[in-house]
């Protein structure tokens, strides 16, 4: 089994930055691929960031320019810098990972973010 855990959520006013950080750890075998998801009440889980290994990343556009995801070579652990923070922002960021070698998909409890004055 392999475990996602994320850190870095809190409250942060209009306007601030955080750091989310995502690491994975167990029975991995080749996780090629890490994301950043979020999730409001009442609507479906949205993919807001990707990384692949070697580094190709892609962004959804309510968040493109604001946040960037990155990895550390070689370590199966994936960081979202999020900047200039909107209300709309709020919500519950969940990690995500694959892993090709046995093809199956691995979520992390998820960290709420909330952007407040």
């Known amino acids: 089994q392999v475990q996602l855990v994320e850190s870095g959520g809190g409250l942060v006013q209009p306007g601030g930055s955080l750091r989310l950080s995502c690491a994975a750890s167990g029975s991995i075998v080749n996780i090629n691929q890490m994301a950043w998801y979020r999730q409001v009440p009442g609507k479906s889980r949205q993919m807001i960031a990707r990384?692949?290994?070697?580094?190709?990343?892609r962004y959804d556009g309510s968040v493109e320019g604001r946040f960037t995801i990155s990895r550390e070579n070689g370590k199966n652990m994936v960081d979202l810098q999020m900047s200039v923070l909107k209300p709309e922002d709020t919500a519950i960021y969940y990690c995500?990972?694959?892993?090709?070698?046995?093809?199956?998909?691995?979520w992390g409890n998820g960290t709420l973010v909330t952007v407040s004055s």
């Open positions: 995500n990972a694959w892993d090709a070698g046995v093809r199956r998909e691995y």
């Open positions: 990384i692949n290994y070697p580094g190709v990343t």
